[in-house]
Every structure is written in structure tokens, then in C-alpha cells.
């Protein structure tokens, strides 16, 4: 057995496939797209590569647009983090303690995670339908507030908000079911010894529940700002041109439309850089901070 | 005290329970009102969005499923999906079984050379590939894209997979062995086997990739009828914008299924989300 535990034929052929593939179409394409983003390309094959050195970066860094984008995306990370992870492990613990229907509303929260994100994009275009025939306008017409109706992925100081609303949506059941996981694993006998000492209410979830969930917490917050980073789909199908006055502009869509709308690919690499740059920051200092076990052992 | 303490709770907890029921109704309403929208007239839909259809006009789920070829579109994604599962699945098996029971030099090392992964964006690739595809002719090749989800499905297989076969006895292994199988035997015959609870997991996260993936497709399909269901609907939206009840009903075809699924296989479907949460 410990012969064919270092046989290097079988470690090799069981190895390779996933290897080749794997670094074909994931690693190399990485170390390609940073190498583009010192060249200038034009997108038609005839044409080769043109070293530029650093102009690409110069030029989005200089460039208000881009500029723009990284504002909006940790706007978009700051507010997910504040609403998703807080919705979602609230919505855990309250169904957590119901003893009825709990698949029921597990369900209800979850399913917008499992739809197809153009679905969900073009299900909210009617709610946000920019006539006071629109779900969200006529709603607000109905009960008064005829003031606030509104041209929401028009109007730039609503748009981003409005997105940020769909990501939630979407979103808030995946934490919830993180938050009930992480419930799960605690025992009963820690929270009877809690109500013996009086802990009740808002104390109750503060002095107990957020320090015994403390971990899930960390991962889910490292989840939003990962996936917020790289964020796409709602936004191109939303608003395809990044909003007006590039409200809603993020670094993936402006990558996307400089590179395949307009074949500026070097500054298209040169952004996708960024974007792995960011994420990969953020996963490593993330590594790091899950790795420190602070949570209390009771 | 427990018992007491319900009683005392029992209206208070009523009234929260019947909030939070109202909460959750409101929650799930866009997808009520997208089959309502669905089964009515356009000047229908315009004169109230929120209303009850009056007749149910199934007219438009036809035209959908004809004119938004969403049944092609679904076929294609299932076809996709199907062959990414096999690829990522069974390779990535194979490299985790190494990976978790083999010595060899490097072996930290490649292990955390596939972990990496998690951290690459898909943004991060798309313009070399699309240069490298564009060149050789291989946009709209399906066995091209499988590879490539597949590329981006080895990470987590890998990582979930080597944890899960970690924690398989080697006994039974052993015995095999002593029987006279051979290692891909033992492989084919109780590896995969004994980690099909973790194969089912890791089979319902990729295939939730594949399935809400837009971007690949957008740029590596230029061939209508070798379109994604997420690359389909948008491009049914766009040619019949002014017909948002074909709309609702290409929306509804597409999420319908869907939710029958996970009605189906609730648990099955979020733990296997849920190992997208060992990451980080």
C-alpha cells in the first residue's frame, strides 16, 4: 500500500486532467491578461500586441470614469455588508425559533438566491418601471406618496441604491442559511444557562448569539465584499451603459464595455487587473483574519 | 419555567409570527406578480400591474417557448451544465483522492495551487481567452466552454472534495488492495462512491455557477442557437421590449422549473450552497 502511495504514474494520470485544464483556462489566461495590460490591442487579430508600459494604468487611473467605478463599488460593498449580513442572520435567528413552517420560510427567502440572475434583473426592471404604471411608483401613488415616485435606475442619486436593493434580494437567504447552519451547532445548554442568568431581548442576541456566531459573521462579511467586488450581471442588465452620469458604473461593466464594446483592450486588461488585484487582497487578508481563532470556547 | 413562559409569550409570539408571515409574502411577491403578469394581456398589464389577470392567457407562454426559443436555450444550458458537472466532478475527484491520500513532493503545494483559484475572478480571463478563442476559431465550441467552467469549478471541487475523502477510512482501501483491485478500482469502485454525499454538494454549487453564468456566454457565444438560458432571456427582452407579457412568461418558464427543483430537493440544494461558505 505505501508503494502505490508514492507510485508517481498514478499520482501523475489521477493528477494531470484537472492540472492542464485548470492552469489552461483559469492560471495561464490570468498571466496573459496582466501581460496585455502593458499592450495596446485593437481587437482584430490581423493586428499585433504594441507594448505600452504602464500607459494603460496611467490612463484609468487618471480617468474620472474608472475613478468613478471604484467609488461606486465599495459604495456598493459598504451598504451590501450593512444590509445583507444584518437581514439575513436576523431572518435566521427569527425562524430559527419558530416551530412551525420553517421550511416554508426558509424557502421564501431562498429562492431568489437559486434564480438565474437575468430573471431576477428583468423581474425588477417592472418593479422599477420608470412610468407611474410601475409596481414601486403605482404602490407609492396608492398609499399617498405620490411625491416619491420616481424614475429609479434613471435618476443617478436612486440608481445605485435601486441595485443594491435587487443584490439584497437576492442575497439575504444565503446568509440566512449560513446564520441557521451556524445555529445549529450550538447547544441548548447555553442558551437555558443564558435565560437562567435574566439575558433577554436585544441583550440576548448581543451578550450571546453575535459572539457564538462570530465566525459565520467573519465568513459572510468576506463573502459580500468578494462578491460585490466582482459584481456584474445586475448592474449590465439593469443599466447596460452604467447609469446616468455613470451612476451605477462598476469596474466590471466599464471592463466589459471598453473591451468589448469599444476594443480598448489593453485598458479592459488593465482594469481586469485591478479587479483581480482587489479580490485577491481581499481573499489573503481575509485567510488571515479566519485563521486567527479569537471565537470564545464555552 | 419553560411552559410558563410560552403561555405568557403565546399572543405576543402570534402576532410576531403573523408579521413575519406578511414579511415573507411580500418577499416572494415579485415572483407571484411575474405569473400574474405572465398570464395576462399587454394593455392588461399596463392598466394595473398588480391586478389578477381576468382570463388566463396562456397565448403568451407559446410565444415564449416558439419566437424566445427558451426551450433550446434551457437544452443548451442543461447540456453545459451536464458536462461541467462530469469534468469538474470526476477530475476533480480524481486530483482531490491524490491530494488526500497520496505522498509526494509538492503536494501542499499544488494543493494550494488549485485553492487559489477561488480568488481569480472570471473577469480576470476573459480578454486573453476571447483573443486565444477568436484566434483559433473555437468561439461557440461547447467542449471549449465546458472546459473553462470546469477550470473555474476545480478550486472548490478540489478543496471540498480532498476534505470530505480526508475523512474515509484508508482501512477500507487497504483491503481492497490486499483483495488484489487495482487503485483505479479502488477509485471508481469506492472512493466515488463513498463521497457521493460530497459530490452531490459540490454538483448543486457548480451547476448554480453554470446556470447564472452571463458573462462567458456573452462573449465566448456569438451563435444564437448555441445561446444560455441567461443569454437567451436577455436577448428575448430586447427584441420584444414592448411585449412584456411574452416577457413575464419567458421569465416565469425560466424560474418555474427552478423552483420545483428546489421545492424537490430543499435540503439537498442548500447544503450544497452552503460549501461555498467553507471558503474564505
Known sequence: MEKIRKNKKIILGFLLPAFIIYTCFEVLPVIMSIYFSFNDWSGIQAVPLEYVGLRNYIKIFSSPVFLKSLQNVLIYVVISVALQVPIGFALGLIIHHFDHGQRFFKAAFFIPMILSVSAVSLLWNFIYFPTEKGILNSFLIKIGLSDLTQQWLVNPKTSLMALIIVSTWTSVGYYMIICMAGLSTISDSIFEAGALDGVAGIKKVWYIYIPLLWDPIKMSVIMVITGVLKIFDTVYILTPSGGTNNSTIVPSLLMYNESFRYSHYGIGSAIATVIFIMSALVSVFSLKIMNKKESIEY | ?280
Open chain 2, 1 to 280: 419555567m419553560k411552559v410558563k413562559g410560552r403561555k405568557k409569550k403565546s399572543i405576543k409570539s402570534i402576532i410576531a409570527f403573523l408579521l413575519f408571515l406578511a414579511f415573507a409574502v411580500i418577499n416572494v411577491y415579485p415572483l407571484v406578480f411575474s405569473i400574474f403578469c405572465s398570464l395576462k394581456g399587454n394593455l392588461e398589464i399596463f392598466s394595473s400591474f398588480t391586478a389578477l389577470p381576468k382570463h388566463f392567457l396562456y397565448e403568451n407562454y407559446i410565444t415564449a417557448w416558439k419566437v424566445g426559443n427558451i426551450g433550446k436555450y434551457f437544452l443548451n444550458t442543461i447540456i453545459l451544465a451536464a458536462g461541467t458537472l462530469f469534468v469538474s466532478g470526476f477530475f476533480g475527484a480524481m486530483a482531490a483522492y491524490i491530494l488526500a491520500r497520496f505522498t509526494f513532493k509538492f503536494k501542499t503545494g499544488i494543493y494550494l495551487y488549485f485553492i487559489t483559484g477561488l480568488m481569480i475572478p472570471i473577469q480576470a480571463v476573459l480578454i486573453p481567452l476571447s483573443y486565444i478563442f477568436g484566434k483559433t476559431g473555437m468561439t461557440n465550441n461547447y467542449y471549449m466552454l465546458i472546459m473553462l467552467y470546469s477550470a473555474f469549478c476545480f478550486p472548490m471541487t478540489v478543496l471540498i472534495m480532498t476534505g470530505f475523502m480526508n475523512n474515509i477510512p484508508t482501512e477500507l482501501e487497504e483491503a481492497m488492495i490486499i483483495d488484489g483491485a487495482t487503485i483505479r478500482q479502488v477509485f471508481l469502485k469506492m472512493i466515488l462512491k463513498l463521497s457521493l454525499p460530497g459530490m452531490i454538494s459540490i454538483s448543486v454549487f457548480n451547476f448554480i455557477q453554470v446556470w447564472n453564468n452571463l458573462l462567458f456566454p456573452l462573449i465566448f457565444i456569438s451563435d444564437k442557437t448555441k445561446g444560455t438560458i441567461s443569454m437567451g432571456l436577455l436577448a428575448f427582452f430586447g427584441e420584444y421590449s414592448t411585449n412584456y407579457s411574452a416577457s413575464m412568461a419567458g421569465i416565469c418558464l425560466t424560474t418555474i422549473p427552478v423552483i420545483i427543483i428546489y421545492v424537490l430537493f430543499q435540503d439537498k440544494i442548500e447544503n450544497g450552497l452552503m460549501s461555498g461558505a467553507v471558503k474564505g
